[in-house]
């Protein structure tokens, strides 16, 4: 709840949260709200292309791809959001964190994969007030030539930096590259229809995520766009 609306004396409160609701649930509302779920998408993109960037400098780099949500067209679903999950209206899906797939020719140099990672969000957010937090950004780091999956690049400043997560077999053998107990990656999450290859070193960049279209909105029955 907003200090507004806390500030506000029991009737008024209960007036305002109704007229806020009433209009979440309008055309106009639903629009809002789906466009803030497509400019997170793309924010996502755009952390991905200047993480991207910042690791296409340092030799070890292979190749870097994006898969996940935040690399294919959304999809319509009842979201976690309230006011639209009890009336059961659908919206585009939320993107929270997005994947990215780093082959390396080295793992000696995780250390500073990550800070070059961080380095770069917080180069964006300066630049552009976009906000995307360092374990928003998921790494899977692979085998060069291969999709064999070794861990994740780990978010840590040490290690081991001697956290529960730490306790998970393998976790830390190579510096910075996390294991998670039980994990299993799938490799159909790297299906060339589900991902956006991003930089390899033979050709250099191929495409910036940012510049991928967005899905359409498109006015439903009732006047919302869909």
Request: hydrophobic letters at 40%; aromatic letters at 8%; glycine letters at 6%.
């Amino acid at each position: 709840m907003s200090d507004a609306l806390e500030n506000l004396d029991p009737d008024n409160l209960e007036a305002e949260m109704r007229r806020q609701e009433s209009y979440e649930l309008s055309p106009a509302g639903i629009a809002e709200q789906n466009q803030h779920l497509l400019q997170r998408q793309q924010e996502f993109r755009l952390a991905a292309d200047a993480v991207t960037a910042a690791w296409s400098k340092r030799p070890e780099v292979e190749a870097v791809a994006l898969f996940g949500s935040v690399a294919v067209p959304l999809w319509k679903e009842v979201p976690r959001f309230r006011t639209y999950r009890r009336a059961g209206i659908t919206l585009w899906h939320e993107c929270k964190d997005l994947d990215l797939a780093l082959w390396l020719s080295s793992t000696s140099e995780l250390g500073g994969l990550r800070k070059a990672k961080t380095r770069a969000l917080a180069e964006m957010y300066k630049e552009t007030g976009i906000g995307v937090a360092s374990h928003q950004v998921d790494v899977f780091v692979l085998a060069p030539g291969t999709d064999s999956y070794l861990g994740r690049l780990c978010d840590f400043a040490h290690c081991p930096k001697h956290k529960p997560e730490c306790l998970a077999p393998g976790c830390g053998a190579v510096p910075f590259l996390r294991r998670h107990d039980g994990f299993v990656f799938d490799p159909e999450a790297l299906a060339p229809d589900r991902i956006i290859r991003l930089f390899d070193r033979q050709s250099g960049f191929l495409r910036k995520a940012a510049e991928v279209p967005l899905p359409e909105q498109e006015e439903d029955e009732d006047g919302s766009m869909a």
